[in-house]
């Protein structure tokens, strides 16, 4: 075998893995909105979705130009130059969309590939203009530099206009409609399912047409030709057809248009989208092929990849075949899913992504703009609005599973209509776009709009947006760079470079599954810390009872290995102590929302103890804020190189240490097992700490009298100290209103 | 030869000897608190703890019971089970010398703690407590270390050990004192036999806790082959 071949035979496998990290990203542009709405059972969404993806397979015919001439000029280049920039693609676009998969990132396949191929061919092209000893200038001989500009500003423009729609069509649908849309559903309902339609099969056929073997090129050019008259004439049929079915039966419109739009969107992604993951190894089979038919293969000039060419029908579908296992069965796809799902969520609750400088400031100055604003508008149409657009006049509606939809079927439809329409007009109007960042755009906008990202997650929404739009950028840079950098090693050290650069690959891989996994596993822990809405008041009890009594023993281990740390000076463990902090103080806040939640279900004649029940909540955030400013400080102290603390104060440290832990424990585990409180076993340890505290102190002053312990060293003792004495406080008080909710309670139900 | 990454492939039974660990731990919590109550004026408590010491001891006798049953055949564990059973084994000696030092403190209800003793005695019991608590993390540590193979994990574990290792020489000083003290005081026989008898009990507890030590040591021997071999 030669060696181009058995790179031919690596593009190929390249080929089947890219298909999988691609989708694995890619999905969430039509999954979004139903799974975020909870349209249907997850299975039926993934049925439809996957019907979606074989046809669009089948469209895809004709679409592989990008890979083959859209970014360079192939008669510049000899079949190895190409299959050289081909394996450095499609290397650096497996690591790439693995990457984002793994933190959860939605980004364009379409960009990864137009930038890889864009560093890869730019790379090789400064090779060969270098050796060949021409003047740079030359580039542009070589790139197809207008197409090359035209897709990155297209791209920047789709998302702008995608925001933008997505939040005024979603206003103005909401005026219409408002969040009780039940009613004004069925007086309006066939027109919005008539203009629905009609834009997602205009889009299915403006997206599907172009490679649908089944279409002469004159029904195709009509197509393009007669937007309003497939528009309009689509409107009246639908329109009817819904207002008959609104009338006749008791169908909710909203989901058959849903799933509609799942079906198209998963089409077009299939039928456009798979040029990005088996576009460049199609074009390295033909490179090779073309290159066989000439006198010297490796002296081939690769003219022929401008001609156009039929892609396999049978390569197709095994590819789509993959497309839709991977659908079914990654968890790395549900990840990336879920964080777009959980930015547009119209509720509150834990936020994945935290609070930025830029995002403060972008939210305050969109509050002032409202503000002046809502001064500039006549108050009878302010109230109007207000009136319509009141979230609050419907509450969440659980599903069948009986957990919430995190937005209505409403915004989901809105999403899946702009996104069509937005992606259809850039499409007639010959302009490339990214799905992924339209779709992601339009799910903002349209949250944004529905008043979702409220007082209370603006700035963490704000953050999660700016992220994945940085990602997008990121994609770009790191794409050109990486591609640029592996196609120079591979030109250069030749075969040994691709084996290397695979190992190196699958190694990236591996190792990105173990994080991703162990994200999956820390987050799903946290998940099972939230109450469900569906819960009564006693499990709501119960289940704060042994949550409580769960992160006092975490609060314990941690406090443990800090103290132990401190003494052996370990920086390295006091690292991963302080790695800690943010899953702790988040498990606080999910502690306190879910005793809100337990507020909430009580009834009212327990106010005395929904009394008790808010104190928990400041002895929680005292817990935690102690065990925070304990390890950090312990963790800056050694960071900063300070003295290590004197064998003295070790031993009294260890003194205080097992008396906090032990307290700790011992009101985790009467948390935790409900069984009867000993409290005077804690008010014990509390007390002997206290005891404890009053003699090292005196201590500690005889040392500091007698400069045995520096400034800094008596600062992290007293830490120490004091932050133990505070959480042994906090952690009694703790106990005595649990111990008395749970008499209480007891005594309520007769248990 | 170990090699960390195919440490996920092999079964750790480390999981659930930390599981007895921590039962062992709570044991001794009430075992303290039973003390405790013993040496104060009034004791209404006193059965209530010792039923609960017996159910701690029943439910680690089970987790002990199910590791002895269900090492797995076929996976290759990081420890042979000979080491590990000796191991379980000390570990579970400390609880039953937990019980015995419970039933000791019961046969002495009568008897009552001389109140010149009642502070060393207090005393006494908090430091028995302590390598107890060390050892359920040095099985935690144990088993990070068993997953990684680092050297890092290794020395935090020998590190655990050399403490066990000092509080059992502690605490053999504390037993000197106490049983000298005794003696000493010119209390009745039969109170100098009880407090002996105890003293000398609790302080098998800490030995027997040092004893896990040094099986854990064993279990995180570096293995040599021969050089020729």
Redesign the interface.
């Known amino acids: 075998m030669d060696i181009y071949l058995f790179s031919v035979v690596i593009l190929i496998g390249l080929a089947v893995f890219d298909l999988i990290v691609g989708v694995s990203n890619d999905a969430v542009n039509f999954l979004n909105s139903p799974i975020g709405s909870r349209v249907a059972p997850r299975h039926v969404i993934m049925i439809i979705a996957s019907l979606g993806m074989l046809a669009g397979v089948t469209f895809s015919s004709g679409m592989m130009e990008v890979a083959r001439k859209g970014i360079f000029h192939p008669q510049f280049f000899l079949m190895p130059e190409l299959v050289t920039i081909f394996l450095a693609v499609m290397l650096t676009d497996i690591i790439l969309l693995d990457f984002f998969n793994t933190f959860g990132l939605p980004t364009s396949t379409t960009v990864s590939i137009v930038f890889e191929l864009l560093g890869a061919a730019v790379a090789v092209s400064l090779i060969k203009i270098y050796m060949a000893d021409e003047s740079l200038s030359m580039l542009v001989n070589y790139i197809n530099t207008g197409k090359a500009l035209a897709i990155i500003s297209g791209i920047l423009i789709s998302v702008v206009m995608a925001f933008f729609f997505g939040a005024l069509i979603m206003f103005l649908t909401r005026l219409v409609f408002t969040f009780d849309y039940a009613k004004p559903l069925k007086r309006y309902g066939g027109l919005w399912g008539g203009v629905a339609l009609s834009v997602i099969t205009y889009f299915m056929l403006i997206k599907g047409a172009k490679g649908a073997s089944f279409l002469t090129p004159e029904a195709v050019l009509w197509i393009k030709t007669h937007t309003w008259t497939i528009l309009s004439s689509g409107f009246m049929v639908f329109a009817i057809l819904f207002q008959l079915i609104l009338l006749f039966t008791r169908i909710n419109i909203l989901k058959p248009i849903i799933l509609m739009g799942t079906f198209a969107l998963a089409m077009a992604f299939a039928a456009n989208d798979l040029v990005n993951f088996i576009g460049v190894p199609m074009a390295g089979m033909n490179a090779y092929t073309i290159a066989q038919g000439a006198g010297d293969p490796s002296m081939a000039t690769m003219e022929a990849l401008q001609e156009p060419i039929q892609s396999n029908t049978f390569l197709l579908l095994i590819a789509g075949t993959i497309m839709v296992v991977t659908l079914w069965i990654s968890r790395k796809s549900r990840t990336v899913s879920k964080t777009e799902v959980t930015l547009a969520r119209q509720d509150e609750g834990s936020e994945r992504f935290g609070s930025s400088p830029l995002s403060r400031v972008i939210v305050r100055m969109v509050y002032s703009q409202f503000d002046f604003t809502r001064k500039m508008l006549p108050s009878g149409l302010k109230r109007i609005i207000s009136n319509r657009l009141d979230p609050k006049t419907t509450g969440p509606v659980p599903s069948v599973s009986g957990a919430t939809a995190s937005f209505d079927l409403l915004r989901a439809s809105v999403n899946l209509i702009v996104a069509s329409a937005v992606v259809s007009f850039a499409t007639s109007m010959k302009l490339p776009l990214s799905t992924t960042y339209v779709t992601f755009m339009v799910a903002m906008g349209t949250s944004l709009s529905d008043q979702a990202w409220g007082s209370e997650s603006a700035v963490y929404r704000v953050t999660g947006v700016l992220t994945v739009i940085g990602g997008w950028f990121f994609t770009a840079l790191v794409a050109f760079t990486i591609a640029s950098v592996f196609a120079c090693i591979i030109y250069f050290v030749k075969f040994p470079a691709v084996l290397g650069l695979v190992l190196l690959a699958g190694a990236i891989i591996f190792k990105s599954y173990r994080v991703h996994f162990k994200r999956e596993e820390k987050d799903k822990d946290m998940a099972t810390l939230s109450l469900r809405n569906d819960v009564d008041a006693e499990t709501a009890i119960k289940i704060s009872f042994e949550q409580t009594g769960h992160f006092l023993k975490e609060i314990s281990d941690t406090v443990d290995v800090c103290f132990d740390a401190a003494f052996s000076e370990d920086r390295q463990r006091l690292k991963n102590v302080k790695n800690e902090i943010d899953k702790i103080q988040k498990w606080a806040d999910i502690i306190a929302a879910n005793i809100f939640k337990t507020l909430f279900l009580l009834n009212k004649e327990d106010v005395e103890e929904t009394q008790t029940y808010s104190h928990t909540i400041r002895a929680l955030r005292d817990i935690s804020e102690s065990h925070r400013d304990m390890i950090m400080h312990a963790y800056e102290h050694f960071d900063n190189n300070h003295t290590g603390l004197l064998e003295v104060q070790k031993q009294e440290l260890r003194q205080i240490k097992a008396a906090i832990t032990r307290l700790l424990r011992n009101t985790g585990i009467m948390l935790l097992q409900r069984k009867k409180v000993d409290f005077d076993y804690i008010s014990n340890q509390d007390q002997k700490l206290r005891q404890l505290f009053d003699a090292f102190d005196k201590n500690q002053i005889k040392r500091i009298q007698n400069a045995q312990s520096k400034t800094r060293l008596s600062i992290l003792f007293y830490r120490f100290m004091e932050n133990s004495v505070k959480i042994s406080q906090q952690t009694r008080n703790l106990l005595d209103i649990f111990r008395e909710s749970f008499t209480h309670h007891k005594n309520h139900t007769g248990g | 030869m170990r090699i960390p990454f195919f440490s996920f492939l092999m079964t750790s039974p480390f999981d659930e000897l930390l599981e007895h660990a921590e039962k062992v731990?709570?044991c001794s919590?009430v075992f303290?608190?039973a003390v405790?109550c013993h040496v104060a004026d009034k004791c209404d408590?006193f059965e209530?703890y010792r039923k609960e010491v017996d159910k701690l001891e029943s439910e680690a006798d089970a987790i002990k019971r199910r590791i002895r049953g269900h090492i797995p055949m076929g996976t290759k564990m990081p420890v042979s089970d000979f080491q590990l059973f000796l191991y379980l084994k000390e570990q579970d000696k400390v609880l039953d010398s937990v019980e015995d030092a419970l039933n000791w403190v019961s046969y002495g209800i009568g008897l009552g703690m001389p109140e010149a003793l009642k502070k060393d005695f207090l005393l006494l019991i908090?430091s028995v407590?302590?390598p107890i608590?060390e050892l359920s993390?040095m099985v935690a540590e144990a088993k990070k270390y068993f997953d990684s193979y680092s050297d890092?994990q290794r020395n935090?574990v020998k590190?655990i050990i050399h403490n066990l290792r000092q509080r059992e020489h502690e605490i053999d000083h504390m037993e000197d004192r106490l049983k000298f003290k005794a003696f000493s005081m010119g209390f009745d026989p039969i109170s100098v036999f009880h407090i002996v008898r105890l003293v000398e009990t609790i302080g098998s507890i800490a030995d027997h806790a040092e004893n896990a030590g040094d099986m854990m040591r064993a279990m995180i021997a570096r293995r040599r082959k021969p050089f020729f071999s």
Request: proline share 0%; charged share 60%.
């Open positions: 731990r709570e919590w303290q608190q405790e408590a209530d908090d407590i302590e608590e993390r890092k935090i590190k």
